[in-house]
């Protein structure tokens, strides 16, 4: 999927895009401080791994987001938790490129990400979960036309210990 009016490509991830950059990004507590994934022991092996268990999925699928400029690699946005019985999945991103940040490529990520569920999975609904404290996230899911649905109170426990919400978003097929 390339969106030249943003300047990036999102497309399937494969090993072989497995870079120093990326492996750097997946060990930086800052990128890594409201995600999930920073609760996993990256290295190479693990991110090869990782995105290989994804490449042989029919029930996830892991998108890089590159620039088309220099082909670099600035982020990923996932699908998951196919449920083809009610026609619903989860979406995730977590961009890392510092020199893509506030440019809405993570919005256009969302959004290419969303139509793929909706056109090649035959989903109805995608929904997706935020640290509340995530403001980057709040803005690229509102742009990218998700409707907050909800709160869950103290959902995510910080590494200072402190818990905070989590907040759910969808978007609808119409």
């Known amino acids: 999927m390339i969106d030249s009016r943003h300047e990036i490509v999102i497309r399937k991830l494969l090993e072989e895009d497995v870079a120093p950059t990326y492996v ?11 995600t999930e994934a920073r609760h996993t022991t990256w290295d190479e092996q693990a991110i090869r791994q990782y ?19 220099d082909n670099s690699h600035i982020g990923n946005v996932r699908i998951f938790s196919r449920n083809d019985i009610h026609e619903r999945c989860e979406l995730s991103i977590m961009m890392f ?29 995608v929904m997706a979960d ?15 036309g998700f409707v907050y649905e909800g709160t869950f109170q103290d959902h995510f426990r910080l590494p200072s210990g402190e818990h ?10 119409h």
């Open 97 to 125: 490129g510092s020199n893509s940040r506030g440019k809405g490529y993570g919005t256009v990520a969302i959004r290419n990400a969303t139509e793929y569920a909706f056109d090649h999975w035959n989903m109805h609904r």
């Open 130 to 144: 935020y640290y509340e404290i995530n403001e980057a996230s709040a803005r690229a899911f509102e742009k990218a």
């Open 24 to 34: 750097s990004a997946l060990q930086d507590p800052t990128i890594l401080r409201l």
């Open 164 to 173: 905070i919400a989590s907040i759910r978003v969808a978007k609808i097929r």
């Open 51 to 69: 995105v290989k268990q994804h490449q042989d999925s029919t029930s996830q699928i892991l998108f890089g987001v590159f620039l088309i400029e």
